[in-house]
């Protein structure tokens, strides 16, 4: 019957599931450092953010006290060496006042007392603020390159400026964001020129990034080392998915590979088996496939055979009437004539039973070509008849032996009488000679086993003349018959 395909080698199956393991191994490795770029991405992203959410805390508590001292409009601190009086507040009324008690108190503007809060707050954390502006009452204040550029995009409408920076060497989150004038600040900047709304300029916040690099660094480390660990159990699970899959595949390939051996042994026997054998499907009648030899039987190719109806061909006397189809029967044994692809009937001993192949319920029809079966039993048959007419022959001979005997002998005693007439004389001779051949035709009938035939009529009949008939003595009969 039909091939069903040739499995793949083992080499070839080894270099294959190798390759695949590889492939596997490469994409888990992907996957495992891109996790990890990703991973220290997002670390980098949000420890810098929090720098950035420091230096905004910063700003914003700088603003906070400076609001507060605008608010009040500005703070008197008593006069010290660390707290002269401010020359650029000279214009003010009231700059410097003595208290009832005799101490001298000056007025500290909002700048003023938030350029000490910054000087003080960066000895003690290391944060430190600045304030600047592009017109400044001191020079001290006059702007660096990186702060005119930010405070010149302010004026542009710029929010905020950031930049990791080193600052003598260290590396440093530098922030800045601008001031903006209120009704309060007219009081010290009126006599600048500005007015509320107006950019007056900006306060910056250096912040030390050595503290979050640092657990940057760590974490970054704790990213490795746990996507290490990931990628070593992965790897190992690989490995050990690598080893069962080829166990398992490399059995069920040397499964299949003895299945098709089988299959492949089955289908020789099949193939030089004198027996047809017929796949025919249960539901629809039609021929699914068969073997060479009873394709052999049908005279055709099984691509002119496959789809046919079975009662077309296998059983043309049994449509609708399908003694394991429609009369429930298990198991049917019986001769069968079957129809070849040109039309002849060929006699065969039949056996159907019902199976499954491929979980599709079918017949198994097998069949034996009886034609030479059938020739045998007829010509036996014939043999038989010809040897009970032969018996019956041989006795009716017996009988008639006797009275031709009689007859034969009369005749003769008759005709040695030497007063009867010559045409008397002569007729008693011709009975006795009658007789005589008659006797020799019952004889050789009894011994009968071999005779030939001469035409009579419009037919022919057996030749039973009283002569040698002998195979070697054939004188134009259609020849020996047994």
Not at 60 to 86: C, I, L, S
Not at 125 to 144: A, Q
Not at 263 to 283: F, M, N, Q, S
Request: include cysteine.
């Amino acid at each position: 019957m039909r091939d069903s395909g040739q499995s793949n080698s083992p080499a070839s199956f080894a270099r294959g599931m190798r390759f695949y393991a590889v492939m596997l191994a490469v994409v888990w490795a992907a996957v495992i450092a891109s996790s990890l770029a990703w991973n220290i991405f997002q670390t980098r992203k949000t420890i810098r953010l929090m720098a950035v959410k420091e230096a905004r805390s910063h700003f914003n508590k700088d603003q906070a006290a400076r609001f507060w001292a605008t608010a009040h409009g500005g703070v008197y601190v008593p006069v010290d060496e660390r707290t002269p009086p401010n020359p650029h507040l000279s214009h003010i009324p009231e700059q410097n006042i003595i208290t009832p008690s005799g101490k001298k108190l000056t007025l500290m503007n909002p700048a003023y007392m938030l350029r000490q809060m910054m000087d003080e707050y960066a000895g003690l954390y290391g944060v430190k603020g600045r304030i600047t502006s592009l017109k400044p009452f001191r020079e001290e204040n006059l702007p660096d390159p990186w702060e005119r550029a930010a405070l010149q995009a302010f004026e542009s409408g710029g929010k905020e400026v950031f930049e990791y920076i080193d600052i003598n060497g260290q590396p440093h989150l530098r922030l800045i964001q601008p001031m903006f004038t209120k009704e309060e600040c007219l009081k010290c900047h009126a006599k600048q020129g500005y007015k509320v709304g107006d950019i007056r300029g900006g306060v910056g916040i250096s912040i030390p990034m050595a503290p979050y690099l640092a657990y940057e660094r760590g974490e970054i480390r704790k990213l490795a080392l746990s996507h290490f660990v990931i990628f070593m159990v992965g790897m190992a699970g690989i490995h050990l998915g690598y080893r069962k899959l080829s166990t398992a595949f490399a059995l069920q390939l040397e499964a299949e590979q003895k299945q098709k051996q089988l299959t492949d042994r089955l289908e020789a026997l099949l193939a030089k088996l004198p027996v047809g054998i017929v796949v025919i499907d249960y539901d629809t009648r039609a021929i699914v496939d068969a073997n060479p030899h009873a394709l052999s039987v049908f005279g055709c190719a099984l691509e002119k055979l496959a789809g046919k109806i079975c009662t077309d061909y296998i059983c043309p006397a049994d449509k609708k009437n399908c003694p394991v189809i429609d009369q429930g029967l298990h198991l049917d044994k019986s001769e069968r004539e079957i129809l070849t692809y040109d039309g002849q009937r060929v006699p065969v001993l039949k056996t159907v039973i019902t199976t499954e192949i491929d979980d599709r319920k079918v017949l198994l029809e097998c069949f034996i070509d009886i034609t030479d079966k059938k020739k045998a039993e007829k010509e036996l048959l014939e043999k038989e008849r010809l040897q009970v007419v032969l018996e019956m022959a041989g006795g009716v001979c017996h009988e008639f032996n006797q009275p031709l005997q009689v007859i034969a002998g009369n005749c003769e005693l008759l005709a040695d009488d030497g007063e009867l007439d010559k045409t008397i004389e002569k007729a008693l001779r011709n009975i006795a000679e009658a007789a005589d051949r008659m006797g020799g035709m019952t004889r050789n009938l009894m011994n009968l086993t071999t005779y030939r035939t001469k035409p009579y009529l419009n037919s022919q009949i057996a030749d039973i003349t009283p002569r040698d008939l002998g195979p070697d003595n054939d004188s134009g009969g259609r020849g020996s018959k047994s």
